[in-house]
């Protein structure tokens, strides 16, 4: 099992800053990738960014290029989101994703929530206008 926790969400307003964090542990070794997904009210989950488990590879939704950055702590399993220009529509909550399997790495694939095994419990972005 691998357990993944997220934090960081916090309300700001609109141009704000803010990181979110993803904490993944457990059988850690059998995970090739973490991903971030969004999810807003009456909207289906959406993907956000996707960055292989060693830190390499970072792909994003076209909505947060340039705006949005996917990295790893290098001593540590942890996995951040470093958010700038902050929009309303990025409101949502945000999830981390951990995927296990080495063959997800299609433009599909990388953004399909079904490639990926276990999910954190979201923390809530909100960006008033």
């Known amino acids: 099992q691998v357990q993944v926790v997220e934090s960081g969400g916090e309300l700001v307003q609109a141009g704000a800053s803010l990181r979110l964090s993803c904490a993944a542990s457990g059988r850690t070794g059998s995970v090739y990738a973490m991903g971030w997904f969004r999810q807003a009210p009456g909207k289906e989950r959406e993907f956000v960014a996707r960055?292989?488990?060693?830190?390499?590879?970072?792909v994003y939704a076209d909505s947060v290029k340039g705006r949005f950055t996917i990295s790893r702590d290098n001593a540590k399993s942890t996995f951040y989101l470093q958010m700038n220009s902050l929009r309303p529509e990025d409101t949502a909550i945000y999830y981390c994703?951990?995927?296990?399997?080495?063959?997800?790495?299609?433009?599909?694939?990388?953004?399909?929530?079904?490639?990926?095994?276990?999910w954190g419990q979201g923390t809530q972005v909100t960006v008033s206008s």
């Open positions: 994703a951990a995927d296990r399997t080495p063959t997800h790495y299609t433009y599909y694939a990388a953004r399909n929530s079904g490639s990926y095994d276990y």
């Open positions: 960055i292989d488990w060693s830190g390499g590879n970072p």
